[in-house]
C-alpha cells in the first residue's frame, strides 16, 4: 500500500524568508509519480508539479523548487523568498500510474503554510 | 484552461436527503474523481471512473454511490445523508496518461456540504 507522510502540519514565516515543506513516500512500485498541488483559502487544489520516478533531476520554478530523492523516499518543496500570496495548505501525493492500471492519487495531509508580512 | 465546474460551493441538507453533487469537466477527459476532505485527515477518494458508465470504490465508498451518464459530468450521490457526511467535496478530472506522460489532475473549487 502506498502512504504519503507530511509530517508538518502548519508552518509559519515571516515574509521573504525561506521554506521547505518535507514529504515523505512508501511505495512498492518501481514506477510511481510524485506531486504537489496547493489549495489557497478559497479552496481549489492548484497543480504545482508532477515527478517520475524515474526522473530524479531537482525541478527549479522562479520561487520554487523541488528536491526529489530516492535514497530517502522524499519530494521536499522549497519557496525562497516567501510571500503572503503563498499562504496556502500544500497537499503532497502519489500515484503508481497508469502502467499499474492504477489513476488514484494518494494524499498526505497536508501542510498550512502562513506568510506573515 | 482545464475548467472543472462544481454546481454548488455550499449545500445544507437535512439527514436522510437524497443528496446530488454535480461535476462537469470541459476538456473531454476520460478520468473523473470525488474526494472528500476532513480536517485532519487530508483528501480521500470516494469514487472515481475511467470512462461513461464505469466506475470504481475508492477509499471510502460506503454511503455513496456515483453515476456517470455522460462523458463530461460525474455526480455523486448521497443515498440518505447522514451528519459525518458533511466535510468539503473535490471533483477532479484528468486525460488518459501512458508511460512518462502521467496527466495531472485538476481540482473543481469544490462543494461545501453541511448536513443538518
Known amino acids: 500500500a502506498q502512504k504519503v507522510t507530511q509530517a508538518q502540519t502548519e508552518i509559519s514565516v515571516v515574509e521573504k524568508e525561506d521554506v521547505t515543506l518535507d514529504c515523505v513516500y512508501e511505495t512498492r512500485d518501481t514506477t510511481y509519480y510524485l506531486f504537489w498541488y496547493k489549495q489557497p483559502p478559497s479552496g481549489e487544489l492548484v497543480f504545482l508539479i508532477r515527478?517520475?520516478?524515474?526522473?530524479?533531476q531537482n525541478e527549479i520554478s522562479g520561487r520554487y523548487s523541488w528536491n526529489f530523492q530516492k535514497s530517502t523516499s522524499s519530494f521536499n518543496f522549497t519557496i525562497t523568498a516567501s510571500q503572503v500570496v503563498d499562504s496556502a495548505v500544500y497537499f503532497c501525493?502519489?500515484?503508481?500510474?497508469?502502467?499499474?492500471?492504477?489513476?488514484?492519487?494518494?494524499f498526505g495531509k497536508g501542510t498550512k503554510l502562513s506568510v506573515i508580512p | 484552461d482545464v475548467k472543472v465546474t462544481q454546481s454548488s460551493r455550499y449545500l445544507v441538507k437535512r439527514t436522510g436527503e437524497k443528496v446530488f453533487l454535480e461535476c462537469v469537466q470541459d476538456?473531454?477527459?476520460?478520468?473523473m474523481f470525488w474526494y472528500r476532505q476532513d480536517p485532519g485527515l487530508g483528501l480521500r477518494l470516494i469514487y472515481f471512473?475511467?470512462?461513461?458508465?464505469?466506475?470504481e470504490k475508492g477509499d471510502i465508498p460506503e454511503g455513496y454511490s456515483v453515476s456517470r451518464e455522460k462523458k463530461e459530468r460525474f455526480s455523486l450521490i448521497l443515498e440518505s445523508a447522514s451528519t459525518n457526511q458533511t466535510s468539503m467535496y473535490l471533483c477532479a478530472s484528468s486525460s488518459f496518461s501512458t508511460g512518462s506522460t502521467y496527466q495531472p489532475q485538476h481540482f473543481g473549487d469544490g462543494t461545501r456540504l453541511s448536513i443538518l
Open positions: 476538456m473531454d477527459h476520460e478520468n
Open positions: 501525493a502519489l500515484s503508481e500510474g497508469p502502467g499499474a492500471g492504477s489513476y488514484q492519487l494518494t
Open positions: 471512473s475511467y470512462d461513461v458508465k464505469m466506475k
Open positions: 515527478r517520475n520516478s524515474f526522473d530524479e
